[in-house]
């Protein structure tokens, strides 16, 4: 139980397009998910905390335009880079927390994983 | 959103050894966790030890954790080459609904 499906694994784009991000949890609801990023070799830096129905945390430093963040539904959260420059080239994680989230101490799923290279 | 600090950095050890990671932090903490993570793949979830206890196994891993000191530490015991990976702390701390991830522990089991 508990799988995060994050899609796609490995997208490459252009200077300048928009990449959407999905994070699906498969077999839970998931009030809560969370985006980071991670640069190689270096631990997870929390981009946004998104809440089902609405709007998303930031965490500071991130840019709320740049990375859009929807939380549409209890399985569902996307993560939109838009306008995409090199220096967005990353590895981008979401992650989820069930409904009993509180009760079993918060632990998160993660999904597998984004590469984004922007040329 | 880093708040732990694990050491050392990276590890390096012969299969059937076992592979001691430590984990600091600075604030109170409802409980704190450990990670794995394989090489350009997502985070595993893999124990979590709450503030009031000590002690924690599941299968090889040990985790203890010294509130007093704010720290914790990770023993994997007989390691096998697929322990391979980095091992990150994350502490749920008083108050805050996310965790906050350790600089992480690049652990090499050398077959």
């Known amino acids: 139980g508990a799988v995060v499906s994050q899609h796609p694994s490995w997208v490459i784009c252009k200077s300048g397009t928009s990449v959407k991000i999905e994070c699906r949890s498969l077999?839970?609801?998931?009030?809560?998910m969370f985006w980071y990023r991670q640069f190689p070799k270096q631990s997870l830096m929390l981009m946004a905390t998104?809440?089902?129905?609405?709007?998303?945390?930031?965490e500071q430093g991130v840019e709320k335009d740049k990375f859009l963040i929807n939380h549409a539904s209890l399985t569902l959260s996307t993560l939109t880079v838009t306008s995409a420059h090199p220096e967005d080239s990353s590895f981008y994680i979401c992650?989820?927390?069930?409904?009993?989230?509180?009760?079993?101490?918060?632990?998160?799923?993660f999904g597998a994983g984004t590469r984004l290279s922007v040329l | 959103s880093q708040q732990g600090e694990e050491d050392p950095q990276a590890l390096s050890i012969q299969e059937g050894e076992n592979a001691t990671m430590n984990c600091s932090y600075k604030t109170s903490i409802n409980n704190l966790q450990w990670y794995r993570q394989n090489s350009g793949r997502g985070l595993v979830h893999l124990i979590l030890?709450?503030?009031?206890?000590r002690e924690k196994h599941s299968g090889r891993l040990r985790v203890t954790l010294d509130t007093s000191k704010k720290s914790s530490s990770l023993l994997i015991t007989a390691s096998r080459a697929a322990d391979t990976a980095s091992y990150f702390c994350a502490t749920d701390r008083t108050g805050a609904n996310n965790l906050f991830f350790g600089t992480g522990t690049r652990l090499t089991v050398i077959p």
């Open positions: 998104s809440n089902e129905g609405s709007k998303a945390t930031y």
């Open positions: 077999d839970f609801q998931a009030t809560t």
């Open positions: 030890i709450r503030s009031n206890e």
């Open positions: 992650s989820a927390q069930t409904l009993a989230g509180d009760l079993k101490g918060n632990i998160q799923y």
